[in-house]
């Protein structure tokens, strides 16, 4: 029967259909299909959520068709594929995506138009999928969108948590937590594949012997067992290829314990489904440093030991033989949250599938690279060693082997001495013993990488700097990228409708082209139109604003925005210090020249970083503050905007002026918002650091704003033992912005609120606010000077975008296609 089926359903007969074309009727006919037969609607009785859902599942009609295509050629050229592991990703909101990609927005526009609907409404009621932190989930989701569009073949596996990085609200001033609820009301882009579901297994012990053949065998008794569950997402790259992210859910083995069931103990029969479904409920909220916790743990093996059960049910069916595995997939690492996969590959191959040691380790060094995304001395996992053997017994023996060798063969090959040895080695022994997860990772992979060449080459120099001398040519750069798709043709559709008029179009798939815009920068009607669309912008985002937080702003302002986690090191009080200096003065009639401006703020805090969330109240008492004297108000307003996540940052890249990337040299490993900015045509006051000093290189010096000390300066600074105080007295004007943070004057006379940070500042500053304060103030004034040379800001905000083109996902995705996982795009082979 089954022959007989697939005989008779083939996709050249699917696509044939006249359901599933692209033209505004067929749109017209599948969506009101999928609102009577997908969810039993008629539309007369269909909610909004009703609306958007069947226009979802209309265009998913679509994707899949393509997805066919692609999945079929991927299996006739027997091509090699890339697994990339990350436990977080930030797709965004799908539908407009889609559409664009699709590229049929003007026909479903004018399909719902001749139903009485608003195409926008609906693309306004999605919920974004908020499965990630920040920079890193984000990252992962534009190189999906790379992987897709080149048409690379590529899985992407992750954690599907029912709870997502929790919605902000401002009450008060103060940061307040509310749970996500993105699949409240279902999510129409995933397909659930019951029949790809997977048992893991946590605790118990192990036994060692020999099998009944003679043979020495390890048994991993569980103490407990889960299943996951596959949800995939179909990616649509730009113009027709596909890649799919596949998401695990954990649920339990049976849905009740029928043992505990039949001595009519109900309670605890359901009790253990519900623990085991805990695994996947939610994401935890912190942003570069994590707490040691066995959940966490659980999450990570989970996800990992399913995606590899995966990767290797695929190579089974191929008929391959698993001894090449690492010849048909390259297996990414998004930093070491996914690193327990070396030990897990070793323990399917060893104790599962019967290989012997060596050739298993080939295997699992060849399929494995590894990207780290940090410097910072909190963020670099670590387990110790009771919890990790109390949750992974027999993953603990496999790291004690893996590290045995390792430390033989370093000691008699090549001759390192003890302290060497221990500082290399993957546990750390200098106090409570740990697994340091970024040594496992770098010696179970055949690749490194940072994700901007300075970042790179700190990893070299600090972090990994005896692996670096052991293993140079292990260690690469990868310099991050955004994808143009989504961050300037979905976000700023007028630019990108602009640019196209005066270039073409090739820049949506080759970035580099936008340097065809250089010979416009001067030209005079060109900035005109440039400057309208960019003034348009910022209307739409002044009138979100007011929508979002009350506060009014004039869109002729210049609009200075800092959108990102809020962190020390990113030095949002930085820019707080500067809003304050600029009001303090402008309040005694300095600054006449001043031009005003709008200073906006995004981001989310760790629910349980004390300082952050003070940094927030901090951010909306000067915007409480200023934005009430009527005697500045004209010339500064300060905003925070709620809730930063993908959907609002989308408004926000296109209405800035200037773009804050103002981190301590040498704490952003790269940033990508700085990307976003600058694409939209901000400019740019910055550090050297991260991918700033690329881009500073790419648009060039005169184009950027730079401020303050280098990484070697800060080094400097460090060894000479760096005394903010000293700063806090030789410099009056910064004396008096400090002490005003203290003077109660923002805290209705509560002189204490604030002085942890203030102390903070004065006598630790680890982040060196005082030392590049003053740098920060004059280059602002040189942003001023600018400001009001309109048609000079519009050249520069043009050759800004026009030399962006390195910073596409796509020249990233080429770059770790060529340099570490040797895959080429499947249709041009
Ligand atoms: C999050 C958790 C652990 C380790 C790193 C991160 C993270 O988000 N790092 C960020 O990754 C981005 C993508 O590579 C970079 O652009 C950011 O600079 C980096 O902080």
Known sequence: DEKKFSDKINIASTSGSSRISHSKEAIKASFLDSLFYGIGRVPALATPNDRYTALALTIRDRIFQQFILTTESISKQDARAVAYLSAEYLPGPHLANNLLNLEITAQTREAMEELGIELDDLIAIEEEPGLGNGGLGRLASCYLDSLATLGIPAIAYGIRYEFGIFDQVIKDGWQVELTDKWLHYGNPWEVVRPEIAYEVKFGGRTEHGADSNGKFQVTWVPGSEVKGTAYDTPILGYKGNGAVLRLWRAEAIESFDFAAFNLGDYYRAVEAKMLSENITKVLYPNDQAQGGKELRLKQQYFFVTCSLQDIIRLHLIQGRNLERLHEKFAIQLNDTHPAIAIAELMRLLVDVHQLDWAKAWHITQNCFAYTNHTLLPEALEKWSIPLFEKVLPRHLEIIYEINHRFLEEIRHQHSYNNAQIAGMSIIDESGERYIRMAHLATIGSHSVNGVSAMHSELLKKE??????????????????????RRFLYLSNTPLAELISSYIGNGWITDLDQLRKLE??????????????????????????????????????MLFDIQAKRIHEYKRQHLKVLHILSVYLRLKKGELINFSPSAFIFAGKAAPGYIMAKLLIKLINSVADLVNQDTEVNDKMKVVFMPDFNVKNAQNLYPAADLSEQISMAGMEASGTGNMKFSLNGALT??????????????????NFFLFGLSVEQVQANKTAGYQPYDIYQQNQHLREVLDFIVSGALSQGDTQLFRPLYENLLYQDPFMLLADYQSYIDCQEQVHELWREPKEWARKSILNVARMGKFSSDRSIRDYSDLIWKVTPINKK
């Open 463 to 484: 972090v990994l700097h005896d692996f670096a001398g052991l293993w140079p040519d292990k260690f690469c750069n990868v310099t991050n990228g955004i994808t143009p």
């Open 519 to 556: 010979p416009y920068a001067d030209d005079v009607s060109f900035q005109n139109s440039w400057m309208e669309i960019k003034l348009n912008n910022k209307q739409h985002l002044a009138a979100l604003l007011q929508k979002q937080t009350g506060i009014e702003i004039d869109p002729a």
């Open 685 to 702: 006051i910055g550090t050297l650091d991260g991918a700033n000093v690329e881009i500073r290189q790419e648009v060039g010096e005169d």
